[in-house]
């Protein structure tokens, strides 16, 4: 009789279950970046398969274009055709945050740029805004888009240039020294250019916006 209560206590864990598939895409880097860290308690409530750190929030979607899309838009299907799928990862580590990027179903055996915006995707590429920056560039106003290395960096943004193996599929993982706290950035841009420009006025710039994923990053 005493006993009677106690064994549907397992099911607390249930909510915990929905960032578990967030954590698998964090864990595709494989990169074991927490070994050396007591697993948080929570992690006994995920099934056996997840082997990184939980990843504290991101987002997944399937390319669409505008009309359809919800989460994850193309404006371009030549170039990021609709159907492929892009996932991020998003986590925590005291000071530093890990954003993790994988995706399937782009154009095989080519590079990306991507970058971590600040508002949410819409209708057009425009709708994400410029590049989220821990210290905001106070040359940059609409329309005019930071280029100065000394913000437009991937230490003081989040970037994310990948290159897609012969079938399309690739990730990308940068690690940046700040975290989330009256800002935070909205979502992540897949850009033409293959690689982000690191120049002079050139810093962050990468061409036209290909597709968009909209992403709470906290
Ligand atoms: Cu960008």
Redesign the pocket.
């Known amino acids: 009789m005493g006993t009677f209560g106690r064994g549907s206590r397992g099911l607390r864990g249930g909510r915990l279950l929905l960032v578990a598939g967030a954590a698998l895409l964090a864990a595709g880097c494989g990169s074991g970046s927490g070994s050396g860290q007591a697993a948080p308690a929570a992690s006994a409530a995920v099934p056996a398969a997840s082997t990184g750190t939980p990843a504290t929030a991101g987002a997944e979607g399937v390319l669409a274009p505008p009309e359809r899309a919800g989460t994850a838009f193309t404006y371009n299907p030549a170039l990021a055709p609709e159907g492929a799928t892009i996932k991020v990862g998003v986590d925590a580590h005291g000071s530093s945050t890990e954003v993790r990027l994988d995706v399937d179903g782009l154009l095989p055996s080519r590079g990306y740029?991507?970058?971590a915006?600040v508002t949410p995707c819409g209708p057009t590429g425009d709708a994400?805004g410029p590049?989220f920056q821990n210290q905001v560039d106070p040359a940059a106003a609409p329309g005019k888009p930071s280029t100065d290395p000394a913000y437009a960096n991937p230490q003081n943004e989040i970037w994310l240039d990948l290159r897609t193996d012969g079938t399309g599929a690739g990730g990308a993982r940068a690690e940046v020294p700040f975290t989330f706290t009256d800002r935070a950035p909205a979502s992540i841009?897949i850009?033409e250019a293959e690689t982000?420009g690191t120049a002079p006025g050139q810093a962050?710039s990468?061409g036209a916006?290909l597709a968009c994923i909209t992403v709470p990053f906290r």
């Open positions: 740029a991507a970058h915006h994400a590049h841009v850009h982000t962050g990468a916006r």
